[in-house]
């Protein structure tokens, strides 16, 4: 049956049942998949997420809004409320920005679904088991048919496009249009939810308002929840705990302020689903490592940043457009496209560390007031002056290009727990060959228009000059044994029992998101984790004798 609106998903905490056939710990690409496919085959399933559930409509659209949707920790004191939409790690070696809520990244991301260089999955870092059994392709087309992503059909008229292809001249790559999780008609997915057409407005990346972005929360939520899946948000895990009867115990902190002196609650389950993200998964086990559970030594090893650069073009001369103008519309100026419309492949037939994909993209109309303070500390005052005056619609910021770059990293980076906080290590991380790689690429991009090469407009702040990401990988990595990694290619969490052969598993025990991925993949991930996530459950359904369908 068609749904023109979506009830909301999450129950109150109060409600959370003792036990469970299983939990999911998380809502993103990884969750979801298990919550939708685990529900369906008949088990009572509970989802647990940390962040809140925001409904189309609610996404920030004005700074002071968007200003409360940053929880940054790392630095002196943490700021900014743990319901944030973006959650921003300031680290000694690198940052790291993921998103929080229930749907996990997919809400505030640009949606860019690709499938890998096949020569990623052909390094012997991936168990050989992933490649030998035909079920990841079976994996990307339940990916695909899920999250349909598509091309712009009109991605060639958007003027950020067009800026690109000007571009592309240095670099001998025209541009193409890639696909993007977001409906450009009408449609009803296949969660039977009705969705309007992308208006193009620009601020997917802080969250479609419209609802055209096929997120989570759009398509493997709504099924899990149809079939009886219970989903609960300020929910954050700490540790897990196995019970004497084999079965699991999550423990975690209630963040919507209803528990009063004792938050501290647990809920019981046959299975446990980590799918908490890169940087929530490896924590979660840390934890529980910390508190007797045997795992793998490899906890919290090869961490990729997925060579990931944000980085811009100040001053280019192409009209550019590269400002959301958010919906409903705050100005006219014709549309501005998805977040990324196109896309230059810069490929190596000898050397796949080299393999570069550029995108343009687009910052949310919300951080529109605040583009002339950010550039300021960059030497361009009179630019941004200007802009204060005649807004960023019309001044010097409508001709600025924003670049997201993907490429390949050594997946040096290690996670671990410090005093209690997460924190990731990577000494060296800036001076990784393929950031050097990118600033020559993108530097050549934005000479060929005219403009200034902007690496960071925040490099004067807390930021620093340390890389970030948004596309962190690993931690709790696959492999075909413990001595290589913490989970094996069905996702099941090696045993580091003493006496365990280094192949044996914890029953009942996965991960299924990003943190499973042991090297950089050279394209955005979010496809490869719902694919990943498709075969797993395939694997755990033949396990466990539950059905897997997708009709």
């Known amino acids: 049956m068609t749904q023109t609106s979506i009830p909301r998903l999450s129950r109150p905490l109060d409600l959370i049942g003792p036990r469970y056939d299983v939990v999911v710990v998380g809502s993103g690409y990884g969750g979801g998949v298990a919550a939708a496919r685990l529900a369906r085959a008949g088990n009572r399933v509970c989802v647990l997420e940390r962040g809140r559930e925001v409904a189309t409509g609610e996404f920030p659209s004005r ?8 929880r940054v920790t790392g630095g002196l004191v943490p700021t900014g409320p743990e319901s944030a939409l973006f959650d921003v790690r300031i680290g000694q070696d690198m940052h790291v920005v993921v998103g929080n809520g229930l749907g996990g990244g997919s809400l505030v991301n640009a949606g860019v679904a690709l499938r890998p260089d096949p020569r990623v999955l052909t390094d012997p870092m991936w168990p050989g088991q992933l490649r030998q059994d035909g079920l990841l392709e079976e994996g990307w087309r339940r990916a695909a048919r899920w999250l349909r992503p598509t091309a712009d059909p009109n991605a060639a008229h958007m003027p950020k496009f067009r800026a690109l292809a000007a571009a592309s001249v240095a670099v001998g790559r025209a541009p193409i249009a890639p696909p993007v999780a977001v409906s450009f008609a009408d449609t009803v997915n296949p969660a039977g939810i009705a969705q309007p057409a992308c208006t193009r407005c620009g601020d997917c990346c802080a969250g479609c308002n419209v609802g055209a972005k096929n997120t989570v929360a759009l398509t493997y939520l709504p099924e899990a ?14 540790h897990l705990e196995q019970l004497p009867d084999g079965a699991w115990r999550v423990h975690l902190e209630r963040l919507d302020g209803a528990g009063g002196a004792r938050p501290e609650l647990s809920v019981e389950a046959e299975i446990v689903v980590l799918a908490a993200g890169t940087l929530g998964s490896t924590e979660i086990l840390l934890r529980s490592a910390e508190r007797g559970l045997k795992l793998s030594d490899r906890l919290g090893h090869r961490f990729s940043a997925n060579g990931d650069i944000i980085a811009f073009g100040y001053g280019v001369k192409p009209l550019v457009n590269a400002v959301g103008v958010g919906h409903p519309a705050k100005t006219d100026i014709g549309p501005v496209g998805a977040a990324v419309s196109g896309q230059i492949e810069i490929c190596s037939a000898d050397d796949l560390s080299l393999e570069i994909n550029v995108q343009e993209g687009v910052l949310p109309s919300a951080l529109a007031p605040v583009l002339p303070v950010m550039f300021v500390p960059n030497g361009r005052l009179l630019g941004a002056l200007q802009s204060l005056v005649s807004g960023v619609y019309k001044g010097p910021f409508a001709h600025l290009q924003t670049y997201f770059a993907v490429s390949h990293d050594s997946a040096s980076g290690r996670l671990a727990l410090d005093n209690g906080a997460l924190r990731l290590a990577w000494p060296g991380a ?21 403009g200034s090469y902007v690496k960071n407009p925040l490099a004067g702040s807390l930021m620093g000059h340390q890389p970030a990401t948004a596309h962190p990988l690993g931690g709790a990595a696959m492999s075909g044994d413990r001595t290589g990694g913490v989970v094996d290619h069905r996702s099941r969490v090696f ?16 991960v299924i998101d990003g943190s499973i991925i042991p090297r950089s993949l050279g ?17 755990m359904g033949a396990d466990l004798g539950l059905s897997m369908p997708d009709d």
């Open 225 to 238: 929840a149809r079939h009886g899946a219970e989903m609960f948000t300020h929910a954050r895990v700490g």
């Open 63 to 70: 700074f002071p809004d968007m200003r409360k949707e940053f």
């Open 495 to 510: 045993s580091g029992v003493t006496g365990a052969g280094t192949a044996d598993v914890h029953r009942g025990l996965y």
């Open 523 to 539: 394209v955005n991930p979010l496809l490869t984790i719902t694919a990943l996530a498709e075969r797993a459950l395939l694997h």
């Open 430 to 450: 800036m001076n990784e060959p393929v950031f050097k790689r990118l600033d020559e690429v993108l530097g050549r991009l934005v000479g060929e228009l005219g």
